[in-house]
């Protein structure tokens, strides 16, 4: 907030998904059950893992990561966007904007960085199944997961820093329902030109990197499975890998589609409805998409439930 002496706008105003009221308690329902069923989806994930010892694996470790960023990653943006739409107004401060913005950014950069590393162990328990144990040891996984923390959080203190620090004195609605960079700085008074060429450098470091590596994991994966000469076993591999190779095609798909594509003012409403899915639908889907055809987890389940009912 370096040039914070140069700031007279006090709060930003959300222009929201409808102006509508009646549209806005309907989502405001609907939203509130899909925030509930995220929340509580993800924490059975992480319960299950945690409880039970045959998913104390590193797939399962990395997929309790997940979990728990997409809690954060929901949390970011559901609570103020439920006010909002239950109270008819969107009115955020700038402060709050700026931490919303900040763990938003966080945990999507987090989120790229856990979905390469995920691929890369689905690469070495395919291709690499003699080595896997000692190279996907305990003290790697930790390594791989706090990194993709430390360099999220990083690149989001970089991103929230440049855009603060310039001043904001003119309009102060944003089209959107949630603090985006490229929202805001469009609201921004000085020169962007700058921040927005490092958040395109960060969106590459953080969208490009990972993709080429899930990209370069399943061709090498793709490849060892058309090898095998056993149909279970490509039936087995190809299980393992679906449910990721999904997740990993809406959540890029959209996110790449809202950071690094060039801006227009033609379709002003497509940002919002794009950033729908990826804030929205993708941490709801993903707990099921995971969890759909994934015997472990089914098998770890009635476990705790006839746990629960001996007790």
Known sequence: MGSGNQTTTKEFIFVGLSSQRKTQILLFVVILIIYTLTVVENLVIILLVRMDSHLHTPMYFFLMHLSGLEICYISSSMPQL??????????????????QMYIGGAMGAVECLL???MAYDRY???????????VMGRWRQLQLALASWAIGFLIATINVSCTFHLPFCGPNRINHFFCEQP????????????????????????FIGPL????????????????MRSPAN???????????????????????????????????????????????????????IYTLRNKDVHGA??????????D
């Open 124 to 134: 070495l328990a395919i291709c690499r199944p003699l080595l896997y144990d000692a």
């Open 234 to 288: 490509q039936h087995k591999a190809f299980s393992t890998c679906g449910s990721h190779l999904v997740v990993v095609t809406i959540f890029y798909g959209t996110a790449i589609s809202m950071y690094m594509r060039p801006q227009s003012g033609v379709f002003p409403d497509r940002d919002k409805e794009i950033a729908v899915f990826y804030i929205i639908v993708t941490p709801l889907l993903n707990p099921i």
């Open 115 to 117: 979905l390469a590393v």
């Open 212 to 227: 080429s590596v899930i990209l370069t994991s399943y061709i090498l994966i793709l490849t060892s499975i058309l090898r």
């Open 183 to 206: 929202m805001v700085l469009k609201l921004a008074c000085g020169d962007t030109r700058m921040t927005e060429t490092i958040m395109f450098a960060n969106s590459a470091v953080v």
């Open 82 to 99: 439920l006010v909002n739409l239950l109270s008819g107004h969107g009115a955020i401060s700038i402060a709050r904007c700026a931490a």
């Open 301 to 310: 389940m009635a476990k705790l439930l006839q746990r629960r009912e001996f």
